[in-house]
């Protein structure tokens, strides 16, 4: 068997992130061919010092052959070179920062959002990244008016909500993160099927994926190629397309 883990917040203020993530990859996982692949999902411990501890801790397993990446310690510069050969898909921009060539960013790097953490102290209009889509970004201030969210992942269907939630009672309400961390296991899944880091960082290279938010294939610089650029505001209680 191989390994792709899932380094996220499973504990603390972003743990809806690691969970959005959890059931998204699950679901990739149950629809793949590639019965030699698990998911080993590992919590980033709340920091980036535990986080580099983790990564470090991956390397030493040659089981994983790939890994997913959620949140800003885990995607940390100083976790991803940690992963040292490790090839690794950061789903969604909490960086800004690519340090290590085997690192992939799915995300435009045309988004040049605010990376600060959610508060109730900004002022508005503003534009936030995919952090401002979480349940507890809205409970924190209690009105996300005059907030934009320009990401590169899109709302999930009733198709997919409907394939997430499955046999999952504990599943929360799948957001944005859900389809990209879909595309990004589904694309890691092919990768560690041939059983070799070299050989899952040369497909993540230089393959493509065609995923729910489109054709998935990564540029010289880490980022997807071509990725979409889209905006959401929160309407009536649910979100909608800002420039609908």
């Known amino acids: 068997m191989y390994r792709v883990a899932l380094l ?3 504990e603390g203020r972003y743990r809806e992130i690691g969970y959005n993530a959890l059931y998204a990859a699950r679901l990739a996982f149950t629809e793949s061919a590639f019965a030699n692949v698990e998911l080993m999902p590992i919590d980033d411990g709340g920091s980036v ?4 501890l983790r990564a470090r801790a991956l390397t030493h397993d040659p089981q994983v052959i790939g890994a997913l990446i959620l949140g800003y310690q885990a995607a940390d510069s100083q976790v991803q070179a940690a992963l040292e050969d490790i090839p690794a898909i950061i789903v969604g921009r909490w960086t800004e920062t690519r340090a290590a060539d085997n690192v992939y ?12 953490a959610v508060t109730d102290e900004i002022d508005t209009p503003y534009l936030g990244g995919d952090v401002w889509m979480l349940e507890g970004a809205r ?15 899109s709302i999930p269907d009733a198709n997919f909500a409907e394939r997430y939630a499955a046999g999952n009672q504990f599943a929360p309400d799948p957001n944005l993160l859900a389809t990209l961390t879909y595309d990004a296991t589904a694309f890691l899944i092919e990768a560690a099927g041939t059983g070799e880091r070299a050989a899952a960082w040369r497909l993540l290279g230089e393959g493509q994926q065609n995923g729910l938010n489109g054709v998935i294939a990564f540029g010289d610089d880490g980022y997807w190629i ?13 979100w909608v397309n800002a420039e609908a």
């Open 49 to 52: 010092a535990t986080a580099v």
């Open 105 to 116: 960013i799915l995300s435009s790097a045309e988004i040049d959002t605010s990376l600060d």
């Open 8 to 10: 996220a917040p499973f």
């Open 139 to 153: 409970l924190l201030r209690g009105s996300l008016d005059g907030i934009t969210v320009v990401t590169s992942g």
């Open 226 to 238: 071509d990725a979409p650029i889209n905006r959401y505001r929160f309407e009536n209680g649910v």
